[in-house]
Structure formats: structure tokens, C-alpha cells
């Protein structure tokens, strides 16, 4: 099955999350993780 779609993008953004998770410990507040994972996600998108 040859396609010209790729889930890379996806698999990269959510590679960024999970990273951001592990060392979002001592994030103190929810929006605070949330505002990161927009700020990273956001700039990625833009430049890509």
C-alpha cells in the first residue's frame, strides 16, 4: 500500500508532547503545560 501521505509530522508533535511531559514535573499549574506544549507546537509549525 503506497500512499503519498505521511504521519510524520503527527508522530514528531507528539514526540515533542511527550518530552514536554517528562520533564513538565514541576510544572505547578495544568495552563502552565498546556501554554508550553502551544508555544513549542506553535513555533514548530510556523517555521516548518
Known amino acids: 500500500f503506497e500512499t503519498k501521505f505521511s ?4 508522530e514528531g508533535i507528539n514526540n515533542r508532547i511527550k518530552t514536554i511531559k517528562r520533564v513538565a514535573c514541576g510544572y505547578r499549574y495544568f495552563t502552565a503545560f ?3 506544549i ?3 507546537i506553535g513555533y514548530q509549525i510556523q517555521t516548518n
Do not use: E, S, V
Not at 504521519?7 to 503527527?10: I, P, Q, S
Open 34 to 36: 498546556k501554554t508550553r
Open 7 to 10: 504521519n510524520g509530522r503527527t
Open 38 to 40: 502551544y508555544l513549542i
